[in-house]
């Protein structure tokens, strides 16, 4: 079955520092890829996705590009602020049927201090 | 705001009991779906709806169910609680089933005591 597999945490950083989060997943077929950002408190939501093989999703700052050779989706971002301390959750969506429900890794506590 | 509404937001119940978690998707979208997120098992995809039918489950156990309402909200309904019940159940919509992205709703906290 698809599975995703990121870096454990916590990952703890100073402001401006450069951030890397790996990702790197097994699936049948060609899924989408995704993180999802959960800040303290609050739900889910979408950071970037990427749809097909050397995409590059982009957002805020964060960027990923879907490797197929390598099975990656690393999630990088130049200069972090304490404000993207959250947890950083890799997903891939199920291209094999008739659905898209999303297969998660553990999630990445990501601390940004000041 | 992602624009999927999940009520309550906070719930504490005791084992044996039943409880029904709120769902309203975002304006348009048709298609719901339930994650269960606890610290043991991470996040889990439990069920989907599409349109009023199941259109795919997960890891849903027995003691759970779902629906979806003509008006489209949803409903999970999780019976004979045990303390291993307790997590973060979130709600997430999509337009249509086949689309690969969805958004969450912000969930609904179970402790089970």
């Known amino acids: 079955g698809n599975s995703v597999t990121q870096m454990e945490g916590p990952v703890t950083l100073s402001e401006e520092a450069f951030l890397t989060i790996n990702c790197t997943y097994t699936?049948?077929?060609?899924?989408?890829l995704f993180w999802y950002v959960q800040y303290p408190g609050e739900g889910l939501q979408l950071l970037l996705k990427a749809t097909k093989a050397d995409d590059k999703g982009s957002n805020k700052g964060f960027e990923a590009t879907y490797r197929k050779e390598t099975t990656s989706f690393h999630l990088e971002k130049g200069s972090v602020q304490v404000s993207d301390s959250a947890v950083y959750f890799c997903?891939?969506?199920?291209?094999?049927?008739?659905?898209?429900?999303?297969?998660f890794g553990k999630g990445t506590l990501l601390t940004v201090n000041p | 705001d992602s624009g999927v509404t999940q009520t309550p937001k906070h719930l504490i119940t005791a084992t044996g009991q039943r409880v029904t978690l709120r769902c309203s998707p975002r304006?348009?979208?048709?298609?719901v779906y339930w994650y269960q997120q606890s610290l043991d098992q991470g996040l889990q995809f439990l069920i989907q709806?599409?349109?009023?039918?199941?259109?795919a489950k997960g890891n849903i156990l027995e003691r759970f169910s779902a629906q979806q309402f003509p008006d489209l909200h949803s409903e999970l309904n999780l019976s004979s609680l045990e303390l291993g019940d307790s997590a973060l159940y979130f709600c997430?919509?999509?337009?249509?089933?086949?689309?690969?992205?969805?958004?969450f709703g912000e969930g609904s906290w179970l402790t089970v005591v």
């Open positions: 709806y599409y349109n009023g039918e199941e259109r």
């Open positions: 997903a891939l969506s199920d291209s094999g049927g008739s659905n898209y429900k999303l297969t």
């Open positions: 304006s348009g979208d048709l298609s």
């Open positions: 699936a049948t077929g060609y899924p989408s």
């Open positions: 997430a919509s999509s337009v249509e089933p086949h689309q690969n992205t969805i958004y």
